[in-house]
Each structure stands twice: as C-alpha cells, then as structure tokens.
Nanobody, 127 residues
Framework: QLQLVESGGGLVQPGGSLRLSCAAS????????IGWFRQAPGKEREGVSC????????NYADSVKGRFTISRDNAKRTVYLQMNSLQPEDTAVYYC????????????????????WGQGTQVTVSS
C-alpha cells in the first residue's frame, strides 16, 4: 500500500527555518516524482516545489525561490523540504504527493498532476 507521511511542521517565528520530511513506503520510490504542496485556509492548494525521480530536476514556486530547497534520498525513501526565511504568508498545511514517471522527467508542479497524497503537516509562522 503506497503511503506518504509528512513530518517536521510546527510553529516558528518569522525569519526562522523548518525542515519537512516526506517518508514513502509501499512503492518503488525512485520511480516517482515527488512534490510539496501547501494549502492555506480559504485558498487553493498550490505547488511549492517538485523533484524528479533521480533528484536531478527541481522546480519552485516564485514565492519560495531562494528560500526553500527540495531534496531527496531514495535510499532512505525520503524527500525533504528545507524552508528558510519563513514568513507569515508561508503558513499553511504542507502536503507531499507522488506521481509515477516512466522517465526521469519532472511534471508540472501542480496538484492535478500528482496521484498519491499524504495527510499533511501544519506550518505556522507567527511571532
């Protein structure tokens, strides 16, 4: 059974950092692109950052470029999102999601492209 479990969320002050983890189980993780998405109250789910099967390709939302870094360790079956210089507008529930890819190509980092989802972890940025 394919499962994604997010962890690492919490409350942080503006300017602080968090590292989110997405632990995968039940599937061959290096055959899947993985993405991080977020959803704030009253807003649509948006793509934050996505990474290809091998990790060679990544993309980021403009709002997080230069502050967030996505990475993956396929041996550990885990994808990470390092978030620095956090701002109140980063407050949201963060989800990781996976999609099977025949080739090491990165799909668009939009929710409709991803098939399997975790339950989410809350990130709150507030003083």
């Amino acid at each position: 059974q394919l499962q994604l479990v997010e962890s690492g969320g919490g409350l942080v002050q503006p300017g602080g950092s968090l590292r989110l983890s997405c632990a995968a189980s039940g599937f061959t993780v290096d055959r899947y692109a993985i993405g991080w998405f977020r959803q704030a109250p009253g807003k649509e789910r948006e793509g934050v950052s996505c990474i290809s099967r091998s990790g060679r390709s990544t993309n980021y939302a403009d709002s997080v470029k230069g502050r967030f870094t996505i990475s993956r360790d396929n041996a550990k079956r885990t994808v990470y999102l390092q978030m620095n210089s956090l701002q109140p507008e980063d407050t949201a529930v963060y989800y990781c999601a996976a999609v099977y890819r025949l080739a090491d190509l990165l799909p668009m980092c939009v929710a409709r492209q991803y098939d399997y989802w975790g339950q989410g972890t809350q990130v709150t940025v507030s003083s």
